[in-house]
């Protein structure tokens, strides 16, 4: 059964400071997934990765896969307060369209 | 462009009530997906259809719950009798199989009495 464990699941962080959100899974899969969900709000999707070495950006987000390691990181830069949210990771592993979510991550950014 | 339509948002219902959740994918996409989410438990994968077919009910929780998709635009997730532990967002989702991104509908906040 594929687990994916996300870490860490609650991270506090200062504006303008860098972090990086890990997601490791248990079983091969070359397709992987980040959404973020506001609260009281749906999944809204980030990033889709499909392949080992994948990087993706958007503004301060970037995604990475490494599929080899069975791991994907999730790198902010100069954290700002809209990046407040809870960051989940999701899993296919074998390209069933059946995702297996971790627990997700808060992330709460000071001011 | 029209996302995934839920409804409804909100839903009082009291234990042994039936309660049914109404899902409209995306025009175009054929997978449907219904998850339910809650605090303990997090985001869970109840059941998924291709094509209108269910795929995979293995995460439907009991015989209590069942979903029907009779259109490729019309899915519906039907709790009978229900239960205060029944009580969760419950989201629906809808891709393309072949990019498999999945796209979420704005959920049903159901609470059981």
């Known amino acids: 059964e594929l687990k994916v464990e996300q870490n860490p699941l609650f991270l506090s962080m200062q504006e303008g400071k860098n972090y990086t959100i890990y997601c490791n899974y248990s079983t091969t899969s070359d397709r992987l997934y980040w959404y973020r969900q506001d609260p009281g709000k749906s999944l809204e999707s980030l990033f889709v990765?499909?392949?080992?070495?994948a990087v993706k950006q958007e503004g301060r987000l970037m995604a990475s896969l490494d599929t080899k390691a069975r791991l994907s990181t999730l790198h902010i830069t100069a954290a700002v307060h809209d990046l407040s949210a809870t960051y989940f990771c999701a899993v296919d592993p074998r390209h069933g369209n059946k995702l297996v979510f971790g627990a997700g991550t808060i992330l709460r950014v000071k001011s | 462009d029209a996302g995934v339509i839920q409804s409804p948002r909100h839903e009082v219902t009291e234990m042994g009530q039936e309660v049914t959740l109404r899902c409209k994918p995306i025009s175009g996409h054929n997978s449907l997906f219904w998850y339910r989410q809650t605090m303990m438990r997090g985001l869970e994968l109840l059941i998924y259809?291709?094509?209108?077919?269910?795929?995979?009910d293995s995460g439907m929780p009991e015989d209590r719950f069942s979903a029907k998709m009779p259109n490729a635009s019309f899915s519906t997730l039907k709790i009978q009798p229900s239960e205060p532990r029944d009580s969760a967002v419950y989201f629906c989702?809808?891709?393309?199989?072949?990019?498999?991104?999945?796209?979420f509908g704005p959920g049903t906040r159901l609470t059981v009495l």
């Open positions: 989702a809808s891709s393309w199989t072949s990019a498999n991104e999945q796209f």
């Open positions: 990765l499909l392949s080992n070495g």
């Open positions: 259809f291709n094509n209108n077919v269910p795929i995979d």
